[in-house]
T-cell receptor, first 112, second 113 residues
């Protein structure tokens, strides 16, 4: 079952601007992860935030987690054309062998 | 280089045929997964395996079968019972803990002709 839901579905910005994507989920989690997918390729892990963490940084990425609202956000600062991709949040499925549940993703377009 | 490899990249299937998608990993991961992705959609879990010789159905297992005879290999067969098999298939592996990231192959695009 797809637990995560990203918002917005699509986002178009110019280089240098910040991009914010949101993710909501339904059940309790151990951690939440964000992945990136370039068109027609596999997914690449970006960042993992544990349920007891509220914020995490990695380079130009900033992830927040609000377990009371069952939501997370991914902020990409100073975006570049190379950031153009789809971004997915994923949560553990609990009893499904630690399989990750993915949302439908946010499609980000960064124009020069 | 450690990684996870899917083959072929593109696959064409005639109506009524079974086809097998390959997935191999050399990351020494215990857990492996198959996902299906349709256009504009997220990933849906087909099958997963936590250890050799054991696998479980995911959310959309009907029309698919798998085997896990070796730790590094987790092939997926798309059978003729799968009525709408055209999709992008992704294989992933993960260390058997809830705090590990998943590693994905580059995907196989299956088209029914």
């Amino acid at each position: 079952s797809q637990q995560g839901e990203e918002d917005p579905q699509a986002l178009s910005i110019q280089e240098g601007e910040n991009a914010t994507m949101n993710c909501s989920y339904k059940t309790s989690i151990n951690n939440l992860q964000w992945y990136r997918q370039n068109s027609g390729r596999g997914l690449v892990h970006l960042i993992l935030i544990r349920s007891n963490e509220r914020e995490k940084h990695s380079g130009r990425l900033r992830v927040t987690l609000d377990t009371s609202k069952k939501s997370s956000s991914l902020l990409i600062t100073a975006s570049r054309a190379a950031d153009t991709a789809s971004y997915f949040c994923a949560t553990d499925a609990g009893n499904s062998g630690y399989a990750l549940n993915f949302g439908k993703g946010t499609s980000l377009l960064v124009t020069p | 280089d450690g990684g996870i490899t899917q083959s072929p990249k593109y696959l064409f299937r005639k109506e009524g045929q079974n086809v097998t998608l390959s997935c191999e990993q050399n990351l020494n991961h215990d857990a492996m997964y198959w996902y299906r992705q349709d256009p504009g959609q997220g990933l849906r879990l087909i099958y997963y395996s936590q250890i050799v010789n054991d696998f479980q159905k995911g959310d959309i297992a009907e029309g698919y079968s798998v085997s896990r005879e070796k730790k590094e290999s987790f092939p997926l067969t798309v059978t003729s019972a799968q009525k709408n098999p055209t999709a992008f298939y992704l294989c992933a592996s993960r260390q058997g803990t809830g705090l590990a990231e998943a590693f994905f192959g580059q995907g196989t695009r299956l088209t029914v002709v």
